[in-house]
């Protein structure tokens, strides 16, 4: 907790440059260049009054923000740095042993960003501050004007970003009507980790076992480590297959018959198909 208060009194006061009074440390007096929290913002006004040009990033110090320590460091850049660089070491590693996506290493942002506008402060380059939220306003922006079309109309094929995100629902209704006319003790079984985790939440008020179906070679995630077919759950299984033909599966059970295939609806122009199994008598890896 110390640490994090030093942090807070060392570390970014963000200012609008309207032609307002610096922002100051809330214990401090009104700033001024000598106690290191100068008005940089004077500096980028333009004439025409009450106008807002842009925003500041100024480092904001209880004291000089030139007091460095023996290497040359500002205090508190230790503290971002454990924040920000194992993780980022961490999933280049984890990249080289097996894969890893970039999102993972978003813990590290928040850090890395104090840390780097902080750097660019005390070099007095603010332009790529500036350029960072200029363009994230603008896909923000972006984003949101195509979200907001996605909701009352659905969007062209060659725009909508949520393709990814559409059908589910309808699948999950479909392995439900189909289950209307299957024996209770069948079990519901995916052949992809996608279409495992999206029936896991819309199926979530389900009576029947879901399970993953494994092809061969060892355990890709961490579904078919903790829910695979197993005996106890594989006498009776609805295979719901992302891929056609799945010899590696299909040849696990004493008898599999294709009794449906699925075309469902994910936007404009897209569609994913399934297979429906009907498998029995599972007979192990």
Same mark, same amino acid.
């Given at each position: 907790m110390v640490g994090i208060a030093q942090l807070v009194e060392r570390l970014v006061v963000v200012q609008e440059v309207a032609g307002s009074s610096p922002v100051t440390h809330p214990n401090s007096s009104a700033a001024s260049p000598a106690d290191g929290c100068s008005d940089r913002g004077r500096h980028l006004r333009r004439p025409g009054a009450g106008r807002i040009e842009g925003f500041v990033v100024t480092t904001? $110090?209880? =004291?000089?923000? +030139? =007091?460095?320590?023996g290497a040359g460091r500002v205090p508190g850049e230790r503290f971002l740095i454990a924040f920000a660089v194992p993780v980022l070491l961490l999933m280049v590693l984890q990249s080289g042993i097996s894969r890893a996506h970039a999102n993972w290493a978003a813990v590290s942002y928040?850090?890395?960003?104090? /840390?780097v506008v902080g750097w660019l402060e005390r070099i007095r380059q603010p332009w790529p501050v500036r350029i960072s939220l200029v363009l994230q306003l603008v896909v923000f922006v972006i984003f949101t004007t195509f979200f907001a079309g996605s909701i009352?109309?659905? /969007?062209p094929k060659a725009v909508d970003i949520f393709h990814q995100m559409r059908g589910w629902r309808g699948l999950a209704h479909q392995v439900q009507q189909q289950l209307n006319t299957a024996p209770n003790d069948i079990a519901v079984a995916a052949d992809d980790r996608e279409v495992m985790a999206e029936l896991d939440y819309y199926l979530r008020d389900r009576t029947f076992p879901l399970v993953i179906a494994t092809g061969d070679g060892p355990p890709g995630n961490q579904y078919e480590l903790e829910r695979p077919i197993t005996a106890a759950n594989g006498q009776h299984v609805l295979l719901?297959? +992302?891929? $056609?033909d799945r010899k590696d599966i299909l040849g696990k059970f004493t008898q599999s018959r294709e009794?449906? =295939?699925?075309?469902?609806?994910a936007g404009l122009g897209r569609k994913r198909d399934y297979y429906i199994y009907d498998l029995t008598g599972f007979k192990g890896s």
């Amino acid at each position: 907790m110390v640490g994090i208060a030093q942090l807070v009194e060392r570390l970014v006061v963000v200012q609008e440059v309207a032609g307002s009074s610096p922002v100051t440390h809330p214990n401090s007096s009104a700033a001024s260049p000598a106690d290191g929290c100068s008005d940089r913002g004077r500096h980028l006004r333009r004439p025409g009054a009450g106008r807002i040009e842009g925003f500041v990033v100024t480092t904001c $110090p209880v =004291q000089d923000a +030139r =007091q460095f320590d023996g290497a040359g460091r500002v205090p508190g850049e230790r503290f971002l740095i454990a924040f920000a660089v194992p993780v980022l070491l961490l999933m280049v590693l984890q990249s080289g042993i097996s894969r890893a996506h970039a999102n993972w290493a978003a813990v590290s942002y928040v850090a890395g960003t104090v /840390l780097v506008v902080g750097w660019l402060e005390r070099i007095r380059q603010p332009w790529p501050v500036r350029i960072s939220l200029v363009l994230q306003l603008v896909v923000f922006v972006i984003f949101t004007t195509f979200f907001a079309g996605s909701i009352h109309s659905t /969007l062209p094929k060659a725009v909508d970003i949520f393709h990814q995100m559409r059908g589910w629902r309808g699948l999950a209704h479909q392995v439900q009507q189909q289950l209307n006319t299957a024996p209770n003790d069948i079990a519901v079984a995916a052949d992809d980790r996608e279409v495992m985790a999206e029936l896991d939440y819309y199926l979530r008020d389900r009576t029947f076992p879901l399970v993953i179906a494994t092809g061969d070679g060892p355990p890709g995630n961490q579904y078919e480590l903790e829910r695979p077919i197993t005996a106890a759950n594989g006498q009776h299984v609805l295979l719901v297959a +992302r891929y $056609p033909d799945r010899k590696d599966i299909l040849g696990k059970f004493t008898q599999s018959r294709e009794v449906s =295939q699925w075309g469902i609806f994910a936007g404009l122009g897209r569609k994913r198909d399934y297979y429906i199994y009907d498998l029995t008598g599972f007979k192990g890896s």
